[in-house]
């Protein structure tokens, strides 16, 4: 049975920092890009953060980019993404998702919150 099983997330001050989780099974997780998208109220799901497999290679939308990085450990099957200089913009639901290239398999997490507010 695939899961991906995200946490971390919470509330925390503007310029503060988080570190999201996601423990993933059922799947080689290593053959799988990991990425990880965020829903905010009313808008629609946008990438956050992507790493390919086995994990040389990341990218980041302009809207994250230098506050928040991406990094997997194969060996323990987990994604993360370290979120630094939060926004209150930044506030949304965090999903992560595993997709292979060559299956097409597509997973997803069922979401942490992170709300950045004073």
């Known amino acids: 049975q695939v899961q991906l099983v995200e946490s971390g997330g919470g509330l925390v001050q503007p310029g503060g920092s988080l570190r999201l989780s996601c423990a993933a099974s059922?799947?080689?997780?290593?053959?799988?890009?990991m990425k990880w998208y965020r829903q905010a109220p009313g808008k629609e799901r946008e990438l956050v953060a992507y790493i390919s497999n086995p994990g040389g290679s990341t990218n980041y939308p302009d809207s994250v980019k230098g506050r928040f990085t991406i990094s997997r450990d194969n060996a323990m099957n987990t994604v993360y993404l370290q979120m630094d200089s939060l926004k209150t913009e930044d506030t949304a639901v965090y999903y992560c998702?595993?997709?292979?290239?060559?299956?097409?398999?597509?997973?997803w997490g069922q979401g942490t919150q992170v709300t950045v507010s004073s």
């Open positions: 998702n595993a997709w292979s290239s060559v299956s097409g398999n597509d997973y």
């Open positions: 059922g799947f080689t997780f290593s053959r799988y890009i």
